[in-house]
């Protein structure tokens, strides 16, 4: 790597330090030196331990619960690399927060998504390297170059080595069809979708399914798993129509209350995610498999660095 040690530093907030520590296992780097405390009336102080003049910076650091602090974290911190003379800043976000609202669904709705692509360019982003966007449209809400990597090569290669029998991949909801899609064709197998309505934001009812699942393994397949309770829902109205047992994978494993007691009760018989999100023991159940992202992102940054295509990143 080219002048590694010299140029490229890595650097890590508090929402996932173990992912940010993978990372730079994978590049041969030492974490960079930095210290995030709180004052005693809970502002950050920011203190880099290292000089990064001329320096490319990256920042790891996912935007998940508590998504306030961790986005507070993540500003002060490209604000201090900045006002130190880093030559670009990169901040890496496996877990974009507010992706969901990204458009105007009700009269007076704020669009957050482009909020906070505002205030990360203010503060100073030169580049963003993310994760599996909930909405692909949010890259466009940036003036800066975007990477918006995919999750879905990882779980699919996971799926493969399975070897599971009579997989059919299926949809939680209309909107999710296209990444439903693509593990469909990676595992060469057919594709269904649920239809549910919300009658209330983490509220989900199965309407109709959409495709032949009797006799099958039935792969439900998400973006994200927040309160458990789309996927649940589509894994009971599954085994109704005669699948013969059915499996959930997502990239990003919020599991807001009460996800994990539903899961764990749930007739699901695993729960594949990857560590986007650091999940503590208390939502570590037993039919949870997580996958690293630490290789797909420490690649993305050794090819930005080198200035060569990050686009195979995405085949």
Do not use: W
């Not at 998504?113 to 809400?141: E, S």
């Not at 995919?150 to 029998?165: D, F, N, S």
């Not at 439900?220 to 109704?240: H, K, P, Q």
Request: aromatic share 4%; proline share 5%; net charge neutral.
């Amino acid at each position: 790597m080219r002048q590694a040690s010299k140029r490229l530093k890595v650097f890590s907030g508090n929402a996932n330090r173990e992912l940010a520590l993978d990372i730079c296992r994978y590049l041969g780097l030492e974490i960079g030196l930095s210290e995030l405390k709180r004052f005693k009336d809970g502002e950050i102080r920011c203190k880099i331990g290292e000089t990064v003049r001329g320096a490319e910076v990256y920042i790891i650091q996912p935007l998940n619960y508590p998504s306030a602090e961790h986005i507070m974290e993540l500003l002060i911190m490209i604000d201090a690399m900045k006002r130190a003379s880093a030559k670009v800043v990169c901040p890496v976000i496996p877990y974009y927060a507010y992706a969901r609202q990204d458009r105007k669904s009700q009269p007076r709705d704020p669009i957050s998504a482009k909020l906070l692509a505002n205030v990360l360019t203010a503060a100073g982003a030169d580049r963003v390297v993310t994760l599996d966007l909930h909405a692909g449209q949010i890259q466009g809400f940036f003036d800066i170059p975007v990477d918006n990597l995919r999750g879905m090569p990882i779980i699919a290669e996971y799926l493969v080595q399975k070897k599971l029998k009579d997989v059919i991949v299926v949809s939680p909801d209309v909107g999710g069809v296209v990444r439903s899609r693509e593990l469909a064709d990676r595992l060469h197998c057919g594709l269904a979708i649920v239809d549910k309505r919300r009658p209330a934001p983490n509220m989900a009812q199965v309407m109709n399914l959409i495709g032949e699942v009797e006799g099958k393994t039935a792969v439900l397949v998400d973006d994200m798993i927040d309160t458990g309770g789309t996927i649940v829902n589509a894994a009971n109205a599954l085994l109704d129509k005669g699948a013969k047992a059915v499996y959930a994978c997502c990239t990003h494993a919020i599991f807001s209350e009460p996800a994990v007691d539903i899961m764990q009760d749930s007739p699901l018989k695993e729960v594949i995610v990857t560590d986007s999100i650091h999940l503590p023991e208390e939502k570590q159940i037993s039919k949870l498999t997580v996958l690293s992202v630490a290789p797909l992102l420490a690649e993305a940054i050794r090819r930005i660095f080198e200035e060569i295509p990050v686009s195979m990143l995405f085949d």
